[in-house]
């Protein structure tokens, strides 16, 4: 079945319907491509016909392009995949072009045919590119929809004219929102900031559409672009607004970026040389930086993992093949921060919600949270009045148990003490149906001992939830011993109602995510206790890409839960427990009541409004600095490797089951060097070999934590990448 098709009326307008089979949004193929391109010469060689109108039979316009067809340009082009990546884009440019130009005489720039581009709801990607190549862009008023470029999101930029058009439209000042922060916005506030140019009401569409094309002349089609004595908004490179705006775009990617995501600087690099030369010199710059990212392995890993991968999870890659698991009704036990943000992720999904704690005042409070962010999404014109109180209505604050009759799954998000949560469970227990599941939210206590409190170990399973709630988009779904299919589908299946990307890991101490988190922040207190400066441990850190330095890490966790932790690992592990040094850095700050940002005093200091203004100075007094300072890429590397050992040592004892999980788990949620794609992607990346190389190093110099686990030492002596070993299926970008 074709995805375009054409339709033309009594008066001569022609309506191209974009509607993939099978998809319930739009995505572009080289198919549809091809089969858009001839539905466009066939309304641009008809006499009769009088105009185009390009609109979709989804509810949607487009979400994008099928990345796929990136691998398929590189595949196509066997050993020179640059220049088959190069040659499609031009192809892409062309159609563009042709839709642009419109048939209108090259010199006079008249006889043309007016194409206006209809969107009935979200136009994302090339689903906005091919739009900006059209001669107006008329957008339904619908307040969900999204409008923008995100590609930078996912490690490349538009690279299909989408740049060029845009900062010639808008300007290098006002188009960098949308094309180096992937902003998105409504159709409203798409009219405001000038990248549609009406607004209607959606059953007034495709009439506007076509009324515009039978009034418009000559004059509407050309493109400013395209006019003699065009001056570019804002002022081109050399004009003295447009030479500071470059220098300070320049600083602000560099800052922003760390030098560590190519797609952000091609970005820049295509609109500061494409801006110095006519516009079809500027669309083959844009295609030469395009490609030169598309070929960088940081992008390549980047499209992976936070496309495909990220998609495939949440569309249940690894989800057991047991009827649908929606919930209908959902109790949440404990109404402190994690309980209330629970709560209110959920209610704000339809989910109906019991929310208990021991006092109805904690209760209230905890209802109270979720008003408090639909207040804040209301001052900014996100939240209605109306949805406010619709999702409120959802969330039922009580002190009684017997209101958990009906539900079908409990999450519990008590205190992270084991006898409170058998406590708890045992009460949730005699109340729940029969088939209810039961749901833990803990970050480090093992899920098959707290399921030793329940009647019913199968339908027991962890679901550890990512502070705020309300922000974070992973959630780590923990099977135990025992935990049932039927458990796994059910988390699964509430965790994409709630809108959030799961993993699913096997039980063991510190589950994936914390495993990997807790010796990336040890490893920043070990260097400390070393005398390593702490500013180049912070450093180090940010020059990776990662969010946040080790010691603001702990600062923003508390210091006094990295002690409860640290008591409670060396208690179960006993004399083989290996961060006896972390310890007495950690116990002499929480001593001297330093426990991080809730206390306005721990690694850094901070301000009397809470700020961070610094490092804390006292930290020398403690633990003097040493006169011999390591280099920055040995910091890096140690920085670095103690997160990827964890994750190798997961997958080679079966926590991990899926290297996807761990790739995207990484990224999402601790922000785990999102250029590289996460750590199987970089360690794909350097070649397993390189990184043996680095572990004998560090081993040597710093202790067996750095010893490369026998997974990575195998793959090492046979030339294996993880995902060509691991990945189910192709996977590859």
């Avoid at 929809?145 to 690279?159: N, S």
């Avoid at 993993?503 to 390593?532: H, K, T």
Wanted: aromatic residues 6%; contains cysteine.
């Amino acid at each position: 079945m074709p995805e375009f098709t054409a339709a033309q009326d009594a008066d001569g307008v022609v309506t191209i319907t974009w509607d993939v089979p099978g998809k319930s949004m739009n995505v572009l193929s080289l198919e549809g491509m091809a089969e858009l391109e001839a539905l466009i010469d066939a309304a641009l060689a008809d006499p009769a016909a009088r105009g185009v109108i390009l609109t979709s039979g989804k509810k949607d316009f487009a979400g994008g392009m099928d990345l796929n067809v990136i691998a398929k340009m590189k595949e196509d082009a066997g050993a020179d995949p640059a220049r088959g990546l190069f040659e499609g884009i031009m192809r892409f440019h062309a159609l563009e072009r042709k839709i642009e130009l419109a048939g209108m005489d090259p010199k006079s720039k008249k006889g043309g045919k007016p194409i206006v581009a209809a969107l009935p709801g979200t136009a994302l990607g090339i689903g906005l590119e091919i739009p900006l190549a059209c001669h107006r862009i008329i957008a339904a008023d619908n307040p969900k929809a999204k409008i923008g470029l995100p590609e930078i999101l996912v490690g490349i930029f538009p690279g299909a004219g989408g740049t060029t058009r845009l900062v010639r439209k808008l300007g290098p000042m006002a188009a960098s929102p949308f094309l180096l922060e992937g902003k998105l916005s409504d159709p409203q506030r798409a009219r405001s900031a000038g990248i549609v140019d009406e607004v209607v009401a959606p059953n007034q569409l495709l009439a506007r559409a076509k009324e515009w094309i039978l009034g418009a002349t000559d004059a509407d089609l050309v493109k400013p672009w395209d006019q003699k004595g065009y001056k570019m908004p804002g002022g081109a490179p050399y004009h003295p607004a447009g030479f500071m705006t470059f220098v300070g775009a320049s600083a602000m990617v560099l800052g922003k970026t760390m030098g560590v995501y190519p797609a952000a600087k091609a970005l820049l690099s295509a609109v500061y040389e494409g801006a110095l030369v006519p516009f079809d010199a500027a669309l083959r710059i844009e295609a030469r930086w395009f490609t030169k990212v598309l070929m960088n392995p940081s992008s390549s890993a980047m499209i992976r993992s936070l496309f495909l991968n990220k998609e495939a999870l949440e569309k249940g890659a690894n989800r057991p093949a047991v009827a649908d698991q929606k919930v209908s009704r959902l109790g949440v036990l404990g109404a402190g921060m994690m309980g209330a943000g629970i709560a209110y992720v959920a209610a704000n999904a339809g989910i109906e919600v019991v929310l208990i704690d021991a006092t109805q005042e904690a209760a209230d409070r905890g209802k109270a949270h979720s008003e408090a962010i639909l207040d804040k999404g209301m001052k900014r014109g996100k939240v209605t009045a109306e949805s406010k109180a619709k999702v409120l209505a959802q969330i039922a604050a009580t002190t009684d148990y017997a209101a958990l009759a009906g539900c079908d799954l409990v999450v519990e998000a008590v205190f992270e003490d084991p006898a409170v949560k058998a406590e708890v469970t045992a009460k949730a227990e005699a109340a729940l149906p029969e088939g209810a599941i039961f749901a833990t939210n803990t970050s480090t206590l093992p899920i098959s001992g707290l399921a030793k409190a329940s009647k019913r170990p199968e339908q027991f399973i962890g679901i550890h939830f990512f502070s705020p709630v309300d922000k974070m988009m992973l959630v780590e779904i923990i099977k135990g011993r025992e935990t049932g299919q039927v458990a796994v589908a059910k988390a699964l299946d509430f965790v994409r109602q709630i809108r959030k990307t799961p993993i699913v890991v096997n039980d063991a101490r510190f589950f994936y995510a914390n495993r990997c988190i807790i010796p990336y922040i040890n490893e920043g207190i070990r260097m400390v206790a070393e005398g390593v400066e702490p500013a180049l441990i912070e450093n180090a850190a940010k020059l990776l890409g990662l969010p946040l330095g080790p010691l603001q890490l702990v600062d923003e966790t508390s210091i006094d839960l990295g002690v409860k932790i640290a008591k409670a690992t060396k208690a179960a592990m006993g004399a083989a427990y290996p961060d006896g040094a972390v310890d007495e850095v950690l116990f002499a700050m929480a001593d001297r009541g330093r426990l991080g940002r809730k206390a306005a005093a721990g690694f850094y200091a901070y301000d009397a409004g809470g700020k961070r203004s610094g490092l804390w100075d006292g930290l020398a007094g403690l633990w003097p600095v040493s006169p011999d300072q390591p280099e920055l890429t040995e910091v890096q590397h140690r920085i670095l490797l103690v997160q990827v050992l964890e994750a190798v040592r997961a997958l080679e004892e079966g926590v991990l089951t899926d290297i996807r999980e761990g790739d995207v788990g990484a990224i999402l949620g601790w922000g785990f060097c999102p250029w590289s794609g996460g750590p199987f992607s970089w360690l794909d990346m350097i070649g397993a070999a390189r990184a043996v190389e680095i572990c004998e190093g560090l081993e040597a110099a710093h202790g067996a934590r750095f010893r490369a686990p026998g997974l990575l030492r195998d793959m090492a002596e046979r030339g294996e990448s993880f995902y060509a070993r691991f990945a189910p299926g192709a996977q590859a970008a």
